[in-house]
């Protein structure tokens, strides 16, 4: 999977936090809620424009830091 597709930093959004590219969620925020215990399900209900792909792009970007 390449992350890069899905994930972006930009020192004008969220400080420079990488976030799933058009949505302005962190990368770091997503990844709180899994380890929270939420669900995919759950995620994407309650972000509807996050995607399956921008979730895996997501769980990429974390294994290579």
Do not use: C
């Amino acid at each position: 999977m390449d992350w890069q597709q899905y994930i972006h930093s930009d020192p004008d959004i969220l400080v420079g936090k990488p976030v799933v590219k058009g949505i302005r969620l962190a990368v770091d925020f997503i990844l709180g809620l899994l380890s929270a215990g939420w669900t995919e399900k759950q995620i994407l209900e309650n972000y509807p424009t996050l995607t399956r792909e921008s979730l895996q792009a997501i769980y990429a970007f974390a294994a290579d830091f």
